[in-house]
């Protein structure tokens, strides 16, 4: 089992930043792929961005390119998504989660086999 926690979620003014982060416990940090995904009202979950078990790959999703950074500290058991130039449409609830196959980078959330609770991120116009 793995239990990942977020946090950093809140409200921030078009054009800001936002860091966030998210703790995991339960096995060893090292083994599993990690990746954001976030949720609109309405709206599918989407994949935000992903990173290597060794933080040596990152992947993004076109829409956030650019403005969004994922990073991981494995001593800290810890990925983060650090936002910048954020915009109304990043709104959403933010998600981390593990992938236990190392073998891949994916951006679909069946891929994915342990998730966070969510955080909320809302950005004003």
């Known amino acids: 089992q793995v239990q990942l926690v977020e946090s950093g979620g809140g409200l921030v003014q078009a054009g800001g930043s936002l860091g966030l982060s998210c703790v995991a416990s339960?096995?060893?940090?090292?083994?599993?792929?990690m990746g954001w995904f976030r949720q609109a009202p309405g709206k599918e979950r989407e994949f935000v961005a992903a990173?290597?078990?060794?933080?040596?790959?990152?992947y993004y999703a076109d829409s956030v390119k650019g403005r969004f950074t994922i990073s991981r500290d494995n001593a800290k058991n810890t990925v983060y998504l650090q936002m910048n130039s954020l915009k109304p449409e990043d709104t959403a609830v933010y998600y981390c989660a593990a992938d236990l196959d190392r073998s891949l980078l994916v951006s679909f959330s069946s891929g994915y086999d342990y998730w966070g609770q969510g955080t909320q991120v809302t950005v004003s116009s």
């Open positions: 990173i290597r078990w060794s933080g040596g790959g990152t």
């Open positions: 339960g096995r060893t940090f090292s083994n599993y792929q």
